[in-house]
């Protein structure tokens, strides 16, 4: 517990290979996950050759974390397994509809997760690369995914060269609700989101970016919608290009 409670995301990592025993281990944990009727419905593509790496980067918007870590998990919900297991054994797959899609998502995040926390365990380093959907497309083809296959998050790997502070997280009572959902009252909006916003460091954000709130700053700057829009254009195609309809 003190573990997950001490994650801090990883953007500076030393030099150093991680041992394959240790990254098949982490892999390993990862497997344990609970998934959709035990159908484990996800692979694991492990990147560690730079020049890879360096193919991958620009799709991950040249982060330097991108290039620079040791090892880049890209986690793939996969159909494609599962149903060439089902044809081969005369049981006809009708897994490829959006419902199947989600079910493998879900699978690919939950085995993501458990293999960040098994990668902390070994004393490494993690960080979470949110930008592999933008550029699912062009993810695909540099790994040679097949149909039935979508890559839904990557994670950075390596060793910590850098002790960066705890980030901000809401309070518990923003996150949590009991029996049904507590919808939120102008006030405790404003009260959830005191903290974030009267961090130094958020109050030059909003500065920098020339804006008079960091809200506007999430949605003027960071995610806007015209990006999030043409993103999900190209998602929802690239969904459809694998082979899953909806």
Sequence with gaps: MELLNQHASIRKFEDRAVDPKILESIVYSGSRASTTGNMQLYSVVATQDKENRQRLAPLHFNQKVALEA???????????????WCTQNSAEPGYSNFHSFFSAAIDALLVAQNACIAAENYGLGICYLGTTTYNAKEIID?????KLTFPVTT???????????????????????????????????DELYAYKENLESMKQFVLENGKETLAQVFTDIRYKKSDNEFFSAKMLQTIKEQGFSF
């Design 142 to 146: 540099v790994l040679k995914l097949p």
């Design 70 to 84: 040791p090892v880049l998990l890209t986690f793939v919900a996969d159909f494609n397994r599962f149903s060439k």
């Design 155 to 189: 994670v950075a790997i390596g060793y910590p060269a850098e002790k960066p502070e705890l980030t901000d997280r809401i309070p518990l009572k923003g996150i949590l609700h009991n029996e049904t959902y507590h919808d939120f009252n102008e006030a405790e909006i």
